[in-house]
DNA sequence: CCCATAATGTTCTAGTTGGTACATTTTTCT
DNA sequence: AGAAAAATGTACCAACTAGAACATTATGGG
């Protein structure tokens, strides 16, 4: 694998890279950091050591410092890297669908599905959230990531209401977090349900029959008209 | 407090209880847990060192493990502590409301409450799934808290299918997680949400409209009927 | 009032962990 | 080929941490 001599994705800025791989930043600078988002998923920021990643990786704990600096530079690379790669993904939604419920239907799906598939991309976020987002808010990159998405399901969820799809309408944030807090729930919330429930949530059958009862809520939360002798005021 | 010489709700087993409070058990065994939740919640298991714990508590270190032996042991009491708390206040839910949809909505309300205003009780739930739920798997108490929520919810939801209040029904944990789920990621995604979209997820008006979403989408998958023209199938 | 015991304080240690100093090999450029 | 620079390996340390050893005080029954 890349023994064409191209430029790799890395941030090596060298004019010609080298074919042998025995010393091989790139390699070594990825490896490390897959090692360490599996660990910093699994074991939180405090609860893993640099001698751990060190030893799942093919490089010594020196090539650590040596890519990364310190502790808080690595964990702070990974995180960056996992956001990107959410938001890179999003950008696949398809949110134009002629039906407006169709588009709500694919992005409940696709966000249901990535985070299935990615616990340990939750984890980093749960972790950051105990740690008050210290790092996500130190981030500008991570912040500025977000304002594609919702400007594409605000535009759907008025298509869907002006075209009477939607007997409801809320904003684009709302709708996001909504979504996200089901999908993410399911992941990041398995442990303790399926222990405490005896359920297994990882099964086909478990989670298909999860993901449709989010796009019920999803879609039942748009098209619901109940104030039929019923408010929702709170008293 | 506690000068009749009445016994108190702690593990004493002493006949009369001391009136002066030089050396008080009890009060120094419920000062260590509630400084243990603070930081295990704060800092997760491995991020919180019993130094730490003792330093912000009234008595030394070696009062830890006079009364709880170990740190694990001390997290175990905690987590313990904390799922009893919630289990026994969903008893004062009311849930047999005569409009059904009042009942979802009472237990809505309590959930979103409940979780808002313990986040230290949040996360100590996020660091036992970030530990694949080690500690809950391993503790039977825990696992024989929740029955009783989900019965009466079951009865709950049968009673408004079947008095035509909702239009489709669904099985009590689903709704169980539904509810939660929602409540639950408004506190422990707080921090990251709140600074990606630049919103104070805490101010009382964001905090009232979130809730009123989360009766919407729970209400509306009760209610909804989207069959006319629109499958929810997946394709 | 005295003593067994419960409750608390102080000091030390063995093991870990983030990080560094120093040495060595590999690659690139001329 | 040979020197400079990049990449990697090894050995080590200072700080921290869970826990234990040892010492002391407070309490309540007789």
């Known amino acids: 694998m890349n023994d064409q001599g191209m430029a790799t994705q890395g941030g090596s800025k060298r004019k010609y890279v080298r074919l042998k791989a025995t010393n091989d930043p790139d390699e070594t600078r ?6 360490a988002q599996e660990q910093f998923a699994r074991h939180g920021y405090a609860g893993t050591t640099i001698d751990s990643i060190a030893a799942k990786t093919k490089r010594s704990k020196r090539m650590i410092y040596y890519y990364f600096s310190s502790k808080p530079k690595l964990y702070k690379a990974v995180l960056e890297n996992a956001y990107r790669g959410i938001r890179v993904a999003e950008e696949s939604i398809r949110l134009d669908e002629d039906d407006p419920r ?3 239907k694919n992005l409940v799906e696709f966000c249901f599905d990535y ?11 749960m972790g950051e959230n105990l740690n008050d987002a210290r790092f ?17 399901i605000e535009k759907c969820l008025r298509k869907g209401y002006e075209n009477g799809y939607f007997g409801r309408t809320c ?14 729930f399911n992941v990041s919330n398995q442990a303790t ?10 099964s ?3 989670c298909r029959a999860r993901k449709q009862e989010i796009l019920l809520a999803v879609l039942g939360r748009l098209d619901t008209k109940l104030d039929d002798g019923f408010s929702t005021e709170y008293r």
Chains 1, 2 share one sequence.
């Open 171 to 184: 904003t684009a944030v709302e709708m996001h977090m909504t979504i996200t807090a089901l999908s993410f």
């Open 115 to 125: 985070h299935f598939e990615r616990p340990s991309f939750v984890k980093m976020v």
């Open 204 to 206: 086909p059958a478990v």
């Open 193 to 202: 349900f399926s222990a405490i429930f005896d359920i297994d949530m990882k």
């Open 30 to 35: 990825a490896d490390i950091l897959a090692v």
């Open 136 to 152: 996500v808010s130190a981030s500008d990159e991570i912040k500025n990531l977000h304002f594609p998405l919702t400007q594409r």
């Open 102 to 104: 169709q588009s709500i």
